[in-house]
């Protein structure tokens, strides 16, 4: 199976696709605060991170993707070419259960947050996959002679063939987000077109 055929597709200048009547609005709003924050002294609190040596312990590999200044997409990648991990980290995420069949929730503390996992299934060439996802802020800018604040979501998400390696992937998911900025820098990356340019149709 295509691993790629399962991600999230992007616009071809990078950014997310955002339903037609809010992705000007959208665009907007960023880019009006990108430029205060630039033209004001703005304050960025990293509220979560990805922990590079709890993914170097887990034997995953990074696959890392910036396309775009106003966000990122990181994949890890273990054994199974078809499992999916990745972190979406931007103004703007999409949630993938849109589009399949909502199987239900699941409550889990994360980075010291109280957070919610939406499970879903769905078909892809005449294959069944279960899903799991969750939001949370990640980081939070603030411009206080603006008297404004943007936040900045991790968008969570881990696809596996059956329910049992969806709950382990989850766990493992968890496990590898940390409470503040990072202690470590980031791994060597492996760069890869797979996770950078996704070719499926999403939403």
């Not at 999230?8 to 960023?30: E, N, Q, V, W």
């Not at 994949?75 to 999916?84: A, I, M, R, W």
């Not at 299934?121 to 899903?131: A, N």
Request: with cysteine; glycine share 6%; net charge positive.
């Amino acid at each position: 199976m295509n691993k790629s055929s399962r991600r999230p597709s992007r616009t071809r200048t990078g950014s997310r696709k955002l339903p037609t009547a809010f992705a000007p609005l959208a665009s907007l709003i960023f880019l009006a605060f990108a430029l205060v924050a630039r033209a004001e002294k703005a304050e960025v609190v990293v509220l979560a991170s990805l922990d590079s040596e709890r993914v170097a312990a887990s034997g995953l590999k990074i696959a890392h993707g910036r396309d775009m200044p106003d966000f990122t997409v990181t994949y890890l990648s273990g054994p199974e070419p078809n499992d999916v991990i990745g972190i979406y980290e931007g103004g703007f995420p999409s949630l993938f259960s849109s589009r399949g069949r909502r199987l239900g929730e699941v409550k889990d503390v994360i980075a010291g947050q109280r957070l919610v996992w939406i499970c879903w299934s769905e078909e892809h060439e005449g294959q069944k996959m279960f899903g799991a996802e969750v939001l949370m802020p990640s980081r939070r800018t603030i411009v206080r002679e603006a008297k404004s604040d943007y936040v900045e979501q991790f968008h969570l998400f881990v696809i596996r063939r059956d329910l049992k390696s969806l709950a382990e992937a989850r766990r493992l998911m968890a496990s590898l987000i940390r409470k503040g900025p990072p202690t470590a820098p980031p791994p060597a990356l492996r760069l890869s077109n797979g996770p950078t340019r996704p070719d499926s149709e999403h939403h």
